[in-house]
């Protein structure tokens, strides 16, 4: 995974995309990251058709069902050419079968939107011969009269074979009160056969132990004779079923490119149910691609929001404006800026594999590539510091902006001279921001930046400070967080310059550095 | 014991002590015992089905249901109709879950992951393709059979002068084990993974009670399972029921041989084959 996948958390969101047939899952791995709006917009308009038909199957729960039942029992089939044994001619069948009766559930319109063509002419009939059950398949006496006439003949001598077997233990019971029912062979005591002279014309007898031996029925002369036109008989039928067998992967091959038509457009529609399933899960919406500026509304990092609700904690949706190439987000430690980053991350990952996305409103662009630089960022080569690792990152980033880059840089410098990095940081920005097609995003603490007009500046708009009183030293950690949590406003204002802290001396205190520390810093800053 | 009751209807690992031990024999009379209170359906574990007789060692009957290969099915004078096709295992091809459609003998094949093979018996049972299942198993495997799920064992041995001590070790721990005590929430140590003597080291001196995932993770002899139910309570979270030893003695007396047993005794059940 790479460092802005992990960094996005998608895949808690990816993970949950479950398409109900091996043909959707095929599909969904192929749709991870998308570059072209035209095949974007496709699949937004298939979710969009699949959840017009949800809606509509809602109401018929029955057929619903149906609809589920056939995409899960769907199976691979071969798709290349070659030799076809039963197990592959099963498959098609199975496939076949549970295509055909998906097919009658959609109506032709949502068939068309789907790109769901019909089966190929009479191939499931063919694969359908004799008294088969539907999603079974075997080489039925219906394919072929020959084979039919060997099997016949086979019943019957299994017959013979069965009834000489029969009379012949009937006899051995008769004569020896011996019954085997359906033992192959029994152990006696040697004695109970010693005076029985019958017993070594019906029975073959092999030492068990020192007092018992083994018996088991004698093949007489005529089952010997039966048993070896037996044998002859089932060499004729591997020969009849491998003609059999020929003849109907032949005609399986020759179907090939309309059953691999038929398995494309059964994953594109199964992806698209799950999509919508998913955006209703989830009340997502449909994102909207713009060469404008990028806007969210209502944006939720699901992750976050999730585990705030996991903890009974009020979780702020993003809304924010990205209107120039590059936009610096000032704010408190603990107050959102990583959040802001990581909820565009998420939104754009939902746009580009394809999804909805969790918002009132999403306007975005595509990126050909999308770059995270930050804490938990790629490993670098060895023997590179953190700050070392950045600076790669940034030239290697910097090297992939044709086409469009979306870069979000997390406290970027943060490990060297903050004087030195200032300044590193605003050159790099006001790079950027005359590089075309790019969007770049960098939270820092770093209030002495270089202002750069072609820059927009940001904050999180930081903690409720009036509601600082009254936390009690002895509250527990774990408590003076969610504390932290419920005093910090967590919107992204404008950021005149005019707020030159970070609430980081507040939040020292709220984590229970002594006060006396506490207040030699604000002596030392002048604010004391 | 009557082993048959508990295997009607339910999931059953047939074990062979070690090779010849009347296990094939077993399956093939378990199966017809079996029949008439409706289908079974017939799996192996790990099983190199190519050295096995081609042709087949399992009798079956219209009705029945088998995991083997496309290959060994050709190879045999049964034929089956396909219910489910599973993926390829080296040396046997595509594997197959069959339905038997005419009398005859095959070869079961192992799936290649014991995940698939609990898949696949579960979709037997919600698919209603078979009343009772038969897992052909290997005593080497035994504490990976536990993974498959709910599923009781029977135990197949032959016993003679040579081996009668050591067989009727490993059958006292067996019963032991059997029986007991089933406590899901105990809240006594919980003992992860394989009990074995190197591991009774580990263990508190002062240990008063024990419990354990299930029977198959207890790699001990009688003696030191003895020795350690004499100072601390062991009892199980899931029960894996003992169905039955079926034995053939070889030079042995049936009542020597119980008397050896011991508590062991009442789960023995001499082989079928065998007159008494």
């Known amino acids: 995974m790479d460092a802005f996948a992990a960094f996005s958390e998608f895949e808690s969101l990816w993970s949950r995309l479950c398409?109900?047939?091996?043909?959707?899952?095929?599909?969904?791995?192929?749709?991870?990251?998308?570059?072209?709006?035209?095949?974007?917009?496709?699949?937004?308009?298939?979710?969009?058709?699949?959840?017009?038909?949800?809606?509509?199957?809602?109401?018929?729960?029955?057929?619903?069902?149906?609809?589920?039942?056939?995409?899960?029992?769907?199976?691979?089939?071969?798709?290349?050419?070659?030799?076809?044994?039963?197990?592959?001619?099963?498959?098609?069948?199975?496939?076949?079968?549970?295509?055909t009766e998906l097919l009658g559930i959609l109506s032709p319109e949502a068939r068309g939107t789907f790109a769901l063509p019909a089966p190929p002419e009479g191939l499931l009939e063919l694969l359908n011969q004799g008294r088969q059950s539907a999603e079974s398949f075997y080489l039925a006496d219906a394919y072929d009269p020959t084979l039919a006439e060997v099997r016949a003949r086979l019943r019957t001598l299994g017959e013979r074979l069965a009834e000489l077997q029969a009379r012949q233990l009937g006899r051995i019971e008769e004569l020896l009160g011996l019954r085997f029912g359906e033992r192959p062979f029994l152990v006696l005591p040697q004695g109970d056969l010693a005076t029985a002279k019958e017993a070594h014309a019906l029975l073959e007898l092999e030492p068990y132990d020192e007092g018992r031996v083994l018996v088991k029925p004698r093949i007489l002369g005529e089952a010997w004779a039966l048993r070896e036109e037996l044998e002859g008989l089932l060499a004729r039928e591997r020969v009849e079923e491998a003609q059999v067998l020929a003849r109907?992967?032949?005609?399986?091959?020759?179907?090939?490119?309309?059953?691999?038509?038929?398995?494309?457009?059964?994953?594109?529609?199964?992806?698209?149910?799950?999509?919508?399933?998913?955006?209703?899960?989830?009340?997502?919406?449909?994102?909207?691609?713009?060469?404008?500026p990028v806007r969210i509304r209502g944006g939720r990092f699901l992750p976050c929001e999730e585990l705030c609700a996991r903890l009974g904690l009020p979780y702020t949706p993003l809304d924010a404006e990205f209107e120039g190439p590059v936009t610096v987000i000032f704010g408190s430690n603990m107050g959102g800026k990583t959040v802001v980053l990581k909820t565009l991350a998420f939104l754009q990952s939902c746009v580009q594999a394809g999804l909805f996305v969790p918002a009132l409103a999403f306007e975005t662009r595509l990126y050909r590539q999308c770059r995270f630089i930050g804490e938990g960022g790629e490993p670098g080569a060895q023997g590179l510091s953190g700050f070392g690792r950045e600076i790669r990152q940034v030239v290697e980033a910097l090297a992939h902006r044709e086409g469009g880059l979306l870069l979000l840089l997390d406290e970027f410098a943060r490990t060297t001279s903050s004087r030195e990095a200032e300044a590193l940081l605003g050159a790099l920005l006001g790079d950027l921001s005359r590089a075309p097609g790019l969007l770049a995003l960098c939270?820092?603490?770093?209030?002495?930046l270089p202002r750069d007009p072609a820059v927009a500046y940001r904050r999180m708009a930081g903690l409720r400070r009036a509601a600082l009183e009254g936390m009690a030293e002895s509250e527990d950690l774990e408590t003076r967080i969610r504390r932290i949590d419920g005093l910090m406003d967590y919107r992204l204002v404008p950021d005149t310059g005019e707020q030159g802290l970070s609430d980081a001396l507040a939040i020292a205190g709220m984590l229970g550095l002594s006060v006396e520390i506490v207040k030699k810093a604000q002596t030392l800053l002048g604010h004391g | 014991?009557?082993?048959?009751?508990?295997?009607?209807?339910?999931?059953?690992?047939?074990?062979?002590?070690?090779?010849?031990?009347?296990?094939?024999?077993?399956?093939?009379?378990?199966?017809?015992?079996?029949?008439?209170?409706?289908?079974?359906?017939?799996?192996?574990?790990?099983?190199?089905?190519?050295?096995?007789?081609?042709?087949?060692?399992?009798?079956?009957?219209?009705?029945?249901?088998?995991?083997?290969?496309?290959?060994?099915?050709?190879?045999?004078?049964?034929?089956?109709?396909?219910?489910?096709?599973?993926?390829?295992?080296?040396?046997?091809?595509?594997?197959?879950?069959?339905?038997?459609?005419?009398?005859?003998?095959?070869?079961?094949?192992?799936?290649?992951?014991l995940s698939l093979l609990a898949q696949l018996l579960r979709r037997v049972r919600e698919e209603g393709w078979a009343h009772s299942l038969l897992v052909d198993?290997?005593?080497?495997?035994?504490?990976?059979?536990?993974?498959?799920?709910?599923?009781?064992?029977?135990?197949?041995?032959?016993?003679?002068?040579?081996?009668?001590?050591?067989?009727?070790?490993?059958?006292?721990?067996?019963?032991?084990?059997?029986?007991?005590?089933?406590?899901?929430?105990?809240?006594?140590?919980?003992?992860?993974?394989?009990?074995?003597?190197?591991?009774?080291?580990?263990?508190?001196?002062?240990?008063?009670?024990?419990?354990?995932?299930?029977?198959?993770?207890?790699?001990?002899?009688?003696?030191?399972?003895?020795?350690?139910?004499?100072?601390?309570?062991?009892?199980?979270?899931?029960?894996?029921?003992l169905r039955g030893l079926v034995v053939s003695l070889r030079g042995l007396d049936r009542a020597d041989f119980l008397d050896v047993l011991g508590e062991a005794a009442s789960y023995v059940v001499f082989h079928p084959c065998e007159a008494a």
């Open chain 1, 19 to 99: 398409p109900d047939s091996p043909f959707g899952r095929d599909e969904k791995e192929a749709q991870r990251a998308i570059h072209e709006a035209d095949r974007l917009e496709a699949l937004w308009d298939q979710t969009e058709a699949a959840g017009e038909l949800l809606a509509l199957l809602s109401s018929d729960p029955l057929r619903l069902s149906r609809l589920n039942h056939h995409l899960q029992r769907l199976p691979r089939f071969p798709e290349s050419e070659g030799l076809l044994g039963e197990v592959e001619l099963f498959e098609v069948k199975k496939f076949l079968h549970h295509y």
């Open chain 1, 248 to 292: 109907l992967g032949a005609a399986v091959q020759k179907a090939l490119p309309v059953l691999v038509a038929c398995r494309r457009g059964v994953g594109t529609f199964d992806l698209a149910l799950a999509r919508t399933r998913l955006a209703r899960e989830l009340k997502l919406v449909r994102p909207v691609l713009t060469e404008g």
């Open chain 1, 443 to 448: 939270s820092t603490h770093f209030r002495g």
């Open chain 2, 1 to 113: 014991m009557d082993c048959w009751q508990g295997m009607d209807g339910a999931v059953t690992a047939v074990t062979g002590f070690e090779k010849g031990s009347g296990k094939t024999t077993f399956l093939d009379l378990a199966l017809a015992r079996l029949r008439p209170a409706g289908p079974v359906a017939l799996f192996s574990i790990g099983l190199d089905g190519a050295q096995k007789s081609p042709g087949g060692n399992i009798r079956v009957l219209p009705g029945d249901v088998v995991l083997s290969s496309e290959s060994l099915v050709r190879a045999s004078d049964t034929r089956v109709e396909l219910l489910e096709a599973l993926p390829p295992r080296a040396g046997l091809g595509r594997l197959l879950l069959g339905r038997v459609l005419r009398p005859g003998s095959v070869t079961l094949a192992g799936c290649e992951h």
């Open chain 2, 137 to 241: 198993g290997s005593v080497n495997r035994w504490t990976q059979v536990a993974a498959l799920g709910d599923l009781g064992f029977v135990f197949t041995a032959r016993v003679d002068r040579a081996n009668l001590a050591r067989i009727a070790a490993r059958m006292r721990s067996l019963a032991i084990l059997d029986r007991l005590p089933i406590e899901p929430d105990s809240q006594a140590l919980r003992w992860e993974g394989p009990l074995t003597a190197a591991s009774l080291e580990s263990l508190p001196r002062d240990l008063e009670a024990l419990s354990l995932e299930d029977a198959t993770k207890v790699f001990l002899e009688a003696r030191e399972l003895t020795r350690l139910l004499a100072r601390v309570r062991l009892s199980l979270r899931r029960r894996l029921p």
